[in-house]
T-cell receptor
Framework: AQKVTQAQTEISVVEKEDVTLDCVYE???????LFWYKQPPSGELVFLIR??????QNEISGRYSWNFQKSTSSFNFTITASQVVDSAVYFC????????????FGRGTSLIVHP | DGGITQSPKYLFRKEGQNVTLSCEQN?????MYWYRQDPGQGLRLIYY???????QKGDIAEGYSVSREKKESFPLTVTSAQKNPTAFYLC????????????FGPGTRLTVT
């Protein structure tokens, strides 16, 4: 069975602070993909990143960075110098390639960035 | 541009009425999905379809029905049997060719009073 845990329900920061959103996953498959999505107040899920299980390189995209550690089954997301526009709900998801066509989503972390 | 469209964005219905939510994609994806999202909650899978004329129940299919007569269309009907239909509904699609990525529509916010 697959499981994704986002233990942080809500995080509140002040603009320009760095913030890390945690994601811990469980799967028995050796080949899988991990995702982060952003859901702004408008509601649409915006794809941020996909990482496959064989690529443990960290990734940086502007103010966003992702830390993938198979040893701890974690795929954490850091926003550096947060901005008010970063306020959204962020979802982590896992998709194992063992024949399932259904990804598993975490419950999401609501990030509130205060000016 | 390729993508997923859902219409309308906001929908209001009286209790006891069936309502159908539209989802269309022009990405040539084989798989399509419907999710329900309640305030402060994650995504819950209602139905999914991997091929035309075939679909499977997700975690919360009771009170919902779907059809998949065309590859690009996957409408969801919220029936009067659904006890708490007010929610945000998201449609998604994905390729089944090993790409493993879901694309989401803008969602429909359904309010039933």
């Amino acid at each position: 069975a697959q499981k994704v845990t986002q233990a942080q329900t809500e995080i509140s920061v002040v603009e320009k602070e760095d913030v890390t959103l945690d994601c811990v996953y469980e799967t028995r498959d050796t080949t899988y993909y991990l995702f982060w999505y952003k859901q702004p107040p408008s509601g649409e899920l915006v794809f941020l990143i996909r990482r496959n299980s064989f690529d443990e390189q960290n990734e940086i995209s502007g103010r966003y960075s992702w830390n993938f550690q198979k040893s701890t089954s974690s795929f954490n997301f850091t926003i550096t110098a947060s901005q008010v526009v970063d306020s959204a709900v962020y979802f982590c998801a896992l998709w194992s390639t063992g024949g399932s066509y259904i990804p598993t989503f975490g419950r999401g972390t609501s990030l509130i960035v205060h000016p | 541009d390729g993508g997923i469209t859902q219409s309308p964005k906001y929908l209001f219905r009286k209790e006891g009425q069936n309502v159908t939510l539209s989802c269309e994609q022009n990405l040539n994806h084989d798989a399509m999905y419907w999710y329900r999202q309640d305030p402060g909650q994650g995504l819950r899978l209602i139905y999914y379809s991997q091929i035309v004329n075939d679909f499977q129940k997700g975690d919360i299919a009771e009170g919902y029905s779907v059809s998949r007569e065309k590859k690009e269309s996957f409408p969801l009907t919220v029936t009067s049997a659904q006890k708490n239909p007010t929610a945000f509904y998201l449609c998604a699609s994905s390729s089944l060719e090993g790409i493993y990525e879901q694309y989401f529509g803008p969602g429909t916010r359904l309010t039933v009073t």
